[in-house]
């Protein structure tokens, strides 16, 4: 057993795990933050993406003691004050969920793609970057509409290809 120390959603947090012990069991199981889902447990869905120290990553494929002394945020501490986080609050206006399995890891794989490409995002690019991220019930396209969105939003620009 090893002791782990990170802050969480802004939370300094510890605990004693297992030296095997994934990140995204240690935020489930430890922590209690059930928004970060297990897919497929082999990094191929997406659904339990994180971001440590600002960057998108499938925690899936993390050990825990990987993120000692990191910044971690989960789809719990992205909104602020109440308030939904811009992508959040996207997906929601322009309906780029379903089943909602899918939908954390998906906005912050979004999220990050839209810090790191400042803000100018066209529709090509989102769907290649969300790649790594499997959605079984909406076909896409609204998602793409929802990160568009976000996109300009935060203030970036954003193009859609011709439908």
Not at 52 to 65: F, I, P, W
């Amino acid at each position: 057993m090893s002791k782990v120390e990170m802050t969480v959603n802004g939370r300094s947090v510890s605990g004693d795990v297992e030296d095997r012990t994934l990140l995204v069991h240690f935020l489930r199981e430890h922590l209690g933050l059930t928004g970060t889902h297990v897919g497929c447990d082999t990094s191929q869905c997406g659904a339990c993406v994180v971001h440590v120290d600002g960057k998108a990553v499938k925690s899936c494929t993390m050990l825990a003691a990987q993120a000692a002394r990191a910044e971690v945020t989960t789809i719990e501490g992205l909104a602020a004050g109440g308030e939904l986080h811009p992508v959040q609050a996207a997906f929601k206006e322009h309906h780029g969920l379903q089943c909602g399995f899918c939908t954390p890891g998906m906005i912050m794989a979004a999220v990050d793609m839209i810090n790191r490409h400042s803000g100018k995002l066209d529709e090509k690019t989102v769907r290649a970057e969300l790649e790594g991220n499997i959605c079984r019930c909406t076909g896409y396209h609204n998602i793409v509409k929802a990160v568009l969105a976000a996109t300009e939003q935060m203030g970036g620009a954003a193009k859609v290809a011709a439908e």
